[in-house]
């Protein structure tokens, strides 16, 4: 069992940045790097969206369109916390975000996009980007 505790969201204006942290732990847990990690978001009314997503917390990155070049994915080097450093924001970007991960024998890269295939959520944290 992996916990997910996300941290770091709050209201920002429009150009404005945040960085969101994502804190993993658990009984069995020990780092990240033997998980695939992601980002997603849902504003009410809508499904939840891919942001972003890590793989062995360098391996490799993957970003959806509307916030590439705009938003960076990492990890600490311990491998126990995944971050969002989101630049740039814009009032569409307001959502709640959420923290998810998958063991890494179950990862399929290409099905990223999917919140199913993930195991472990976090709570969300909101985002709010006022114009």
């Known amino acids: 069992q992996v916990q997910l505790v996300e941290s770091g969201g709050g209201l920002v204006q429009a150009g404005g940045s945040l960085r969101l942290a994502c804190a993993a732990s658990?009984?069995?847990?020990?780092?990240?790097?033997?998980?695939?990690a992601a980002w997603f978001r849902q504003a009410p009314g809508k499904e939840r969206e891919f942001v972003a997503s890590t793989y062995g917390t360098r391996i490799s990155t993957s970003y959806s369109g509307f916030v590439r070049g705009r938003f960076t994915i990492s990890a600490d080097n311990a491998g126990t916390t995944v971050y969002l450093q989101m630049n740039d924001l814009k009032p569409e970007d307001t959502s709640v975000y959420y923290c998810a991960a998958i063991r890494g024998s179950k990862y399929d890269i290409g099905r990223r996009y999917i919140p199913s295939e993930y195991d472990y959520w976090g709570q969300g944290t909101q985002v709010t980007v006022s114009s």
């Open positions: 658990g009984p069995t847990f020990n780092t990240l790097t033997s998980y695939a």
